[in-house]
């Protein structure tokens, strides 16, 4: 059972998968390269013959696809929300095929590695700064964090830190633990124990991705429309 359970630990972990020069390109790098790569490879599938006035086909789903992120936002900043559907949206989609990256043959979603998700925060949550200095200048950005008092500026700031922390770990700890008990009833029960799960993962992949998304929104909408 011991050495089950370490087969399963030592498959979720990210390794080496080779070099260049002094730089490690790990499995989770090699993943992610593969999973972007079909997200490309299928948004070119999608836009190949460009839209018409009338959509059908590619261009319905995407429109679909855009009216959704467009009500995700929406019910924090109005219509506004739309105009910065690049950022929130961009994040979905990305972080979704992340997810789903374990249909991928021998791989492991690289989100189940902390290192990713850790940078999927640290650009999601600057982003929105960037966004409220466009909005309100560099000044009014700053001031948002010396209200309603000067005195809670360490504590504003710290809430702007928590946030890249709260992001990050909670995708991590979701994924890795979704994953984990996937490579644990695989390995237990190795012909039929992994399919709900595997079943479930399609769902759970999306809600994580939405998850991430809507607090991404939410962060947005306090740093542009707050105060």
């Known amino acids: 059972m011991i050495e089950a359970l370490q087969h399963v630990i030592a498959h979720v972990l990210r390794y080496e998968v080779f070099r260049i020069g ?28 460009g839209f018409e006035e009338r959509p059908r086909g590619a261009q319905a789903f995407l429109e679909i696809v855009v009216e959704f992120f467009y009500g995700m936002a929406e019910q924090f900043m109005g219509r ?24 991928i043959p021998g791989a492991i979603p690289p989100t189940s590695d902390l290192m990713t998700p850790v940078a999927l925060a640290v650009v999601a949550v600057p982003m929105t700064w960037v966004c409220a200095v466009r909005k309100k200048g560099v000044k009014g950005w700053l001031r948002h964090f010396i209200l309603p008092s000067v005195v809670l500026l360490p504590l504003n700031i710290l809430e702007q830190l928590v946030r890249i922390f709260s992001l990050s770990v909670r995708l991590f700890g979701n ?35 939405y998850v991430f998304s809507v607090l991404t929104v939410s962060y947005l909408a306090e ?5």
């Open 80 to 103: 506004e929300g739309r105009k910065y559907a690049w950022l929130y949206g961009g994040l979905f989609i990305a972080i979704l095929f992340l997810n789903y990256a374990w249909m």
């Open 175 to 209: 994924m890795f633990g979704e994953e984990m008990v996937t490579m644990t009833l695989g390995t237990m029960l190795p012909l039929f124990g992994p399919l709900p799960i595997m079943a479930l993962g399609l769902i759970f992949g999306a809600v994580q991705a």
């Open 223 to 227: 740093m542009v429309q707050g105060h």
């Open 22 to 49: 002094p730089v490690v390109i790990t499995s989770t790098v090699v993943t992610t390269w593969v999973a972007m790569a079909l997200l490309l490879g299928l948004v070119y599938l999608l836009t190949r013959r």
